[in-house]
């Protein structure tokens, strides 16, 4: 059994530089920073909160028109009554 570990081990060979090469990050430290702060949030973005959080919504809306906001809700009626 040890031994079948140890050929394993040896069978097996990762090639550190190119796992690095095959990445590339064309971030300064600040977007960097962003998105780790991003990655690690416990928080799920869903359509309806990234509209919020970019002005389009108004929290106060019924919840039956999804928070969006009377420009949206407009825009919207409109495409349906076009089909």
Known sequence: M???VSNMASAMHVDESAIASA????MDEKELSELMTSLMSTTTSTY?????KLGYA?????L???HLSQGLR?????????R
Do not use: I, K, T, V
């Not at 309806?48 to 919020?52: E, G, H, M, P, V």
């Not at 108004?58 to 019924?62: K, N, S, V």
């Not at 407009?74 to 076009?82: T, V």
């Open 2 to 4: 040890g031994q079948m």
């Open 23 to 26: 990445f590339q990050f064309n």
């Open 48 to 52: 309806d909160s990234n509209l919020a």
């Open 58 to 62: 108004e929290p106060q809306q019924a």
């Open 64 to 66: 039956g028109d999804r």
């Open 74 to 82: 407009d825009q919207a009626g409109r495409h349906l009554d076009s």
